[in-house]
């Protein structure tokens, strides 16, 4: 059983139609990608998947079920903008998760902050936006869960903070749970891929291991993308 498929998705938003026949089916295991520019639907299928918005028409399942109470177990959900309150110190943060998700591992969560070198008794609205990304993220990864969505977690970071993003995300999600990163920063993300789709302009364009991808177009899969998105 796949561990999320999304079949024949479609979601209109009026009389603007913003994902076109969408089908993927994401194995138990992968670090995946999916990829392509701001405005391509990118965003609605993450809601879709997190169950934040109903399609049009088609059925999303996760697990074999329906979204719904059971999946908010499975999945684990970074969104792009930090929605933690900044008048929160990372402790009262460390202490909502924990009461509010019953796979949240606090231990690990502790261990994480420590590698950083970060007071539980600061203040978030202290923090620079780094620091309360890498906070978020670490909150997420400190989940028990089946399937990590990473809504552009390498938004607005320096270069070093990436690396420690990444190598968070390699070392820190459970064995046997799959992570689907969305993100139009190739390049940096590029390294932990074991698959990659394209969607654009609502459909998916392209799915592919990517190693098989790489091999077969002889180039990175950000050189891959940047063709194919040429303006």
């Known amino acids: 059983m796949e561990l999320l498929e999304c079949k024949n998705i479609y979601k209109n938003f009026d009389d603007k139609e913003v994902l076109k026949d969408v089908n993927l089916k994401i194995q138990k295991g992968k ?10 639907g990118k965003s609605t299928l993450i ?10 028409s088609g059925e999303i399942l996760i697990n074999g079920k329906k979204p719904g109470v059971e999946s908010k177990d499975i999945i684990a959900y970074l969104p792009e903008r930090t929605y933690l309150d900044k008048e929160m110190k990372v402790k009262d943060a460390i202490l ?17 902050l420590k590698d ?15 620091m309360q990304e890498k906070l978020q993220l670490i ?8 399937l990590y969505i990473l809504d552009e977690p ?11 993003i990444l190598d968070t995300i390699l070392t820190n999600f ?40 790489r ?11 940047r063709r194919y998105f040429k303006c």
């Open 31 to 40: 670090i995946i990608g999916l990829l392509g520019k701001n405005g391509t």
């Open 47 to 56: 809601k879709l998947i997190n169950d934040l918005l109903t399609p049009t």
């Open 96 to 112: 909502y998760f924990e009461e509010f998700y019953t796979n949240f591992d606090k231990n690990k969560a502790v261990k994480l």
């Open 116 to 130: 950083l070198d970060l007071d539980i008794n600061t203040k978030i609205s202290k923090m620079s936006k780094g």
């Open 139 to 146: 909150l997420v990864m400190s989940r028990n869960a089946q």
């Open 154 to 164: 390498l938004g607005g970071v320096d270069p070093a903070t990436r690396d420690y």
């Open 174 to 213: 459970c064995e046997g749970a799959s992570v689907i990163i969305f993100t139009h920063l190739i390049a940096d993300i590029e390294r932990i891929l074991d698959e990659v789709i394209f969607i654009d302009k609502g459909e998916i364009v392209l799915t592919s291991s990517a190693d098989e991808l």
């Open 215 to 225: 091999n077969k177009e002889n180039a990175s899969i950000d050189e891959i993308f």
